[in-house]
Nanobody, 122 residues
Framework: QVQLVESGGGLVQPGGSLRLSCAASGSIFSINAMGWYRQAQGKERELVATITNGGSTHYPDSMKGRFTVSRDNAKRAVYLQMNSLKPEDTAVYSC????????????????WGQGTQVTVSS
């Protein structure tokens, strides 16, 4: 089992920044990557960023430029730095413990955190 706990969400003005954290515990030896996702109200969940155990990162084209994923293996934590936030970034952000396939695709597992709300509004 893997337990994931996100933190760092909140209310921020447009143009502001937030840093989300995801703390992992449990049997994480079976995964080789972590992913950040978000889901806005009434919309489908979308991938924001992934990072492998070795530190390789990937961002969908729509997420490049303002989001940066990083990790601290000693702390078993993954972070998402979000800059120049826009109202359309408002969503629940969740981390996932998953896998990067040999083809380079991130495959989410059933292990999700509870999510943290990010609201971008003036």
């Amino acid at each position: 089992q893997v337990q994931l706990v996100e933190s760092g969400g909140g209310l921020v003005q447009p143009g502001g920044s937030l840093r989300l954290s995801c703390a992992a515990s449990g049997s994480i030896f079976s995964i080789n990557a972590m992913g950040w996702y978000r889901q806005a109200q009434g919309k489908e969940r979308e991938l924001v960023a992934t990072i492998t155990n070795g530190g390789s990162t990937h961002y969908p084209d729509s997420m490049k430029g303002r989001f940066t994923v990083s990790r601290d293996n000693a702390k078993r934590a993954v972070y998402l730095q979000m800059n120049s936030l826009k109202p359309e970034d408002t969503a629940v952000y969740s981390c996932n413990a998953g896998y990067v396939s040999s083809a380079g695709n991130y495959i989410p597992s059933r292990f999700w955190g509870q999510g943290t709300q990010v609201t971008v509004s003036s």
